[in-house]
């Protein structure tokens, strides 16, 4: 009755200002549709309470109460930059299974091409030229005199018979010693190969880094020494109980360390930095061990079947764009050699830093087994070059940077010195071996610098990775193709 009261009220008003009377019949047609329009609303709000609905009279007071019903928010993207989102772990699969297919179809177009050139015996032809002579594994043997000569030093200073500057003379003279003897080997024996070679002069440049560390060390330890030591037996050594009641390896003072035992564990342990006491592991793992021994032969069966399939044709292949200078084939052929080269590169990186090394150090129970780190997230080169080889950059850190921080150098000055000699090293395995000096991979090396300050200056986040990792997959073939050309060019077109 008082919506009816209303209307009429309203009707009343619309009578008094409307320009033109109303006759009773509109009057009672105008009542009868606002009757029904009524009834209508009363009908819907009837029906939407049934479903669950708010009627129109109350949507402004149950807004605030209406989020349960919301189904949007403010976000962004997955693959915006600004939404956080970090699991790519789908789209990783995506592209090894897309690395996987492509990679077969190269295979197959290989085989199809060239036919299997996968050979054995070819591989001992590359270490031995004649089955009865063996220069390479005498070299390695040989290595034994500076070992010796190194631990023999260290006891005359350690019982004061050597002053130390005698001692720095005569450590000067062995670890040069090291370095030249298979040089002049190298050269001079005929029967040696380039690739027993690379293994010998890899052996020395690695005895060369403990046998430095040996010396620094030992050296360190006289310093602290402050009464003069009168026997070098181990009595000087303390047993340890471990927590669990077992027996730990014994605690090494110096000079209870300068022994025979002492001095080839750290030969033969996966390491370049030497400590009086290593971190041990309280037992072999005999499945762990036996898995790294299985994935050592068959890595190193995969990366010799890879080397002889792929990467040979392709490098004998590339011989003429050189020799026409035809820039195009060139590109073409270093494109196409950049795929296997980097495939076998990483996994070298697998069979030796992961596989070979975890082997050695279960074996001998090493317990420091950090070899790498996560150099594949490398957002500069410096990270690259500080986490890809840690043994390395265990030892130049602690025995060429430092050291050189502490005599007032800079640290600009230090980051070259420490890249000089890394690619001094790396020059002399690849030149001596080789029996030519062209200076490619002591370059190389070298144009880390300006590419590091690049990056860290222009490049940030994901494009400096992107940098890091064209770096590696373009710049060793670069530095292959040279060396190869030169080689061929040296040796073989002589005798055409």
């Known amino acids: 009755m008082g919506e009816r009261g209303a209307g009429a009220a309203g009707l009343g008003r619309r009578k008094k200002t409307g320009s033109r009377p109303l006759s009773t019949s509109s009057v009672a047609e105008l009542e009868d549709a606002e009757e029904e329009t009524l009834s209508r609303r009363k009908s819907l709000a009837e029906n939407g309470r049934e479903r669950g609905e708010p009627?129109?009279?109350?949507?402004?007071?149950?807004?605030?109460?209406?989020?349960?019903?919301?189904?949007?928010?403010?976000?962004?993207?997955?693959?915006?930059?600004?939404?956080?989102?970090?699991?790519?772990?789908?789209?990783?699969?995506?592209?090894?299974?897309?690395?996987?297919?492509?990679?077969?179809?190269?295979?197959?177009?290989?085989?199809?091409?060239?036919g299997i050139l996968v050979d054995p015996i070819q591989v001992v032809s590359l270490f031995l030229k004649d089955p009865y002579s063996w220069p390479s594994l005498c070299l390695i043997l040989a290595s034994n005199i500076f070992v010796l000569a190194?631990?023999?030093?260290?006891?005359?200073?350690?019982?004061?018979?050597?002053?130390?500057?005698?001692?720095?003379?005569?450590?000067?003279?062995?670890?040069?010693?090291?370095?030249?003897?298979?040089?002049?080997?190298?050269?001079?024996?005929?029967?040696?190969?380039?690739?027993?070679?690379?293994?010998?002069?890899?052996?020395?440049?690695?005895?060369?880094?403990?046998?430095?560390?040996?010396?620094?060390?030992?050296?360190?330890?006289?310093?602290?020494?402050?009464?003069?030591?009168?026997?070098?037996?181990?009595?000087?050594?303390?047993?340890?109980?471990?927590?669990?009641?077992?027996?730990?390896?014994?605690?090494?003072?110096?000079?209870?360390?300068?022994?025979?035992?002492?001095?080839?564990?750290?030969?033969?342990?996966?390491?370049?930095?030497?400590?009086?006491?290593?971190?041990?592991?309280?037992?072999?793992?005999?499945?762990?061990?036996l898995r790294r021994l299985l994935e050592m032969l068959f890595f190193m069966q995969l990366i010799v079947g890879l080397i002889q399939q792929w990467m040979v044709p392709t490098i004998q292949n590339s011989m003429k764009p050189f020799r026409d200078m035809d820039y195009s084939r060139m590109i073409e052929r270093l494109l196409k050699l950049a795929v296997p080269n980097h495939l076998i590169?990483?996994?070298?990186?697998?069979?030796?830093?992961?596989?070979?090394?975890?082997?050695?150090?279960?074996?001998?129970?090493?317990?420091?087994?950090?070899?790498?780190?996560?150099?594949?997230?490398?957002?500069?080169?410096?990270?690259?070059?500080?986490?890809?080889?840690?043994?390395?950059?265990?030892?130049?850190l602690r025995h060429f940077y430092k050291p050189m921080m502490k005599r007032g150098v800079s640290k600009w000055m230090a980051q070259t010195a420490v890249f000089l000699a890394s690619a001094f090293f790396h020059e002399y395995l690849v030149s001596v071996p080789l029996k030519m000096f062209r200076l490619w991979a002591f370059m190389g090396m070298m144009s880390q610098i300006p590419l590091a300050w690049f990056v860290a200056k222009f490049l940030r986040g994901n494009y400096g990775n992107a940098a890091v990792w064209i770096s590696l997959i373009i710049g060793q073939p670069i530095a292959v193709l040279m060396y190869v050309h030169d080689y061929y060019v040296l040796n073989y077109e002589k005798l055409q």
Not at 351 to 364: G, I, K, P, R, Y
Request: net charge positive.
């Open 345 to 396: 590169w990483l996994i070298f990186f697998y069979w030796f830093f992961h596989s070979c090394m975890n082997f050695v150090a279960e074996l001998m129970q090493f317990g420091d087994r950090e070899f790498y780190r996560d150099w594949w997230n490398s957002e500069t080169v410096t990270y690259f070059w500080q986490n890809w080889n840690i043994p390395v950059h265990r030892w130049c």
């Open 55 to 114: 009627c129109p009279a109350q949507s402004q007071a149950a807004r605030p109460s209406d989020n349960q019903f919301r189904c949007h928010k403010l976000q962004e993207s997955l693959l915006s930059s600004a939404s956080g989102y970090s699991n790519y772990r789908g789209i990783l699969n995506w592209c090894v299974v897309m690395l996987v297919l492509s990679n077969a179809r190269l295979f197959l177009e290989n085989l199809i091409k060239y």
């Open 150 to 289: 190194a631990l023999n030093t260290e006891r005359r200073l350690a019982s004061g018979a050597f002053p130390e500057s005698l001692g720095i003379f005569l450590y000067t003279l062995n670890l040069g010693t090291i370095l030249c003897a298979p040089v002049l080997v190298v050269f001079m024996v005929t029967s040696i190969t380039s690739v027993g070679s690379v293994f010998a002069l890899g052996i020395y440049t690695i005895l060369f880094l403990k046998l430095y560390s040996y010396k620094d060390v030992n050296k360190w330890c006289r310093e602290k020494r402050k009464a003069k030591v009168k026997a070098l037996a181990r009595s000087m050594s303390a047993p340890v109980i471990k927590a669990n009641g077992d027996m730990a390896h014994s605690v090494v003072f110096y000079p209870g360390n300068v022994t025979y035992r002492d001095v080839y564990y750290f030969v033969f342990a996966p390491t370049l930095c030497y400590e009086l006491n290593f971190p041990r592991s309280p037992r072999i793992r005999k499945r762990f061990l």
